[in-house]
């Protein structure tokens, strides 16, 4: 007979199998802070894991890099470690848990319009039948009690005004575009401000990715120049030398969101900073670091102003509380007729996902 030993359980105890999904949350959240870079990341989880004893006999910290690359997530290529396609995925599901966990219960639903209509969610309500509605919405219990209620037991006669049919949820679909600002400020002065900006850009992404896939999310970038990437490039993005360009980023962001047909249309731009640059008509760059230069400012408002001709909504996210910034963000979004949110950074992913999941019920 074998003698088996029990001991108490405590709150800190842990499966293997809830460890190492731990760990791995961990792991992805320094691939965010290294910008993708497999071999940065899994030093600083080394030091870690001296430091605060995360590994052991039981699970050894080669044993976990054994783990990640059987689970697929890291892969070796021309002697380097690389991020696969699942790993992203898995950075992104993380990042997305991550700023879901600070939501209040009553913001996090996914109810997509507060009115109904011919949709395709079922709601608890019927209603009578109209000309144009699905025919897998009819309630056939109601609609058969009606008839009989309504005929004559000798002549049983089912007309339409016997059927009735389930409400449904009118469902919206929406055209995002994040624009996220790059320029040298969002590292300046010792604070990290572009991986907040990279995990709100995950977290929304899988979001959209997993839960509403007919909406459409475009990633812009803004420094000296504005361009697009994607989803796969998000962990690997890094600011540079450059001066803010937010017309770039708008006017790019503007003709993404002109191709993609009659649906709700939004901008949501991440900045730190005043606009600095412009090309000019001969396409050069012009820049001016110095407060707020009209020239700049103006095409700028210009631009704000060509989004609400087109139907466009910008809601801006400031990381940053200088005056002459509040100034400027003021009259852009009165321009625009969008909105502002001057938001911490350990809370700008709960600000845009709330505005995100309020706009879809508009």
């Known amino acids: 007979m074998h003698n088996i030993l029990y001991s108490k359980w405590r709150p800190d105890s842990q499966t293997d199998e809830s460890r190492l999904e731990n760990l791995f949350s961990v792991f992805s959240q320094l691939l965010v802070r290294t910008n993708g870079d497999v071999d940065e990341a899994l030093d600083w989880l080394e030091q870690l894991g001296e430091e605060y004893d995360m590994f052991d006999d039981k699970l050894s910290f080669g044993d976990f890099i054994e783990e990640l690359k059987r689970k697929g997530y890291i892969a070796e290529k021309d002697g380097m470690n690389i991020v696969t396609e699942k790993g992203s995925q898995r950075i992104r599901q993380d990042t997305l848990k991550k700023i879901f966990s600070g939501l209040k219960p009553d913001t996090s639903g996914f109810h997509e319009t507060n009115r109904s209509g011919k949709g395709v969610e079922k709601l608890g309500e019927l209603r009578k039948y109209e000309f144009g509605d699905h025919v897998t919405n009819i309630d056939l219990t109601s609609t058969i009690k009606n008839a009989f209620r309504n005929s004559d037991p000798d002549n049983y006669r089912l007309e339409e005004s016997d059927i009735e049919v389930y409400e449904t949820e009118h469902l919206t679909s929406c055209a995002t575009v994040l ?22 850009a995950l977290g929304l992404s899988e979001l959209i990715l997993s839960r509403f896939p007919k909406d459409k999310l475009n990633i812009v970038v803004f420094g000296d120049d504005a361009r697009e990437i994607t989803v796969k490039d998000l962990p690997f993005l890094t600011v540079g030398p ?16 002109k191709k993609k047909g009659n649906v709700n249309k939004q901008i949501f731009m991440i900045t730190d900073g005043k606009p600095s640059a412009l090309f000019t008509e001969e396409g050069r760059i012009y820049k001016n670091s110095f407060g707020l230069d009209p020239r700049i400012v103006n095409k700028t408002l210009d631009e704000a102003v060509a989004c609400r001709k087109d139907k466009i909504k910008i809601t801006t996210f400031m990381i940053a509380e200088d005056y002459y910034l509040v100034n400027f963000i003021e009259e852009f979004t009165k321009a625009n007729n969008g909105k502002a949110y001057y938001s911490t950074l350990d809370n700008l ?11 879809r019920r508009s």
């Open 242 to 257: 450059f001066h803010t360009n937010t017309k770039a980023g708008l006017r790019l962001a503007r003709q993404i969101l």
């Open 179 to 200: 624009m996220i600002d790059i320029s040298h400020s969002m590292v300046l002065y010792g604070e990290d401000r572009i991986t907040p900006a990279k995990e709100v």
């Open 349 to 359: 992913g709960q600000s845009i996902f709330v505005d995100y999941l309020r706009n």
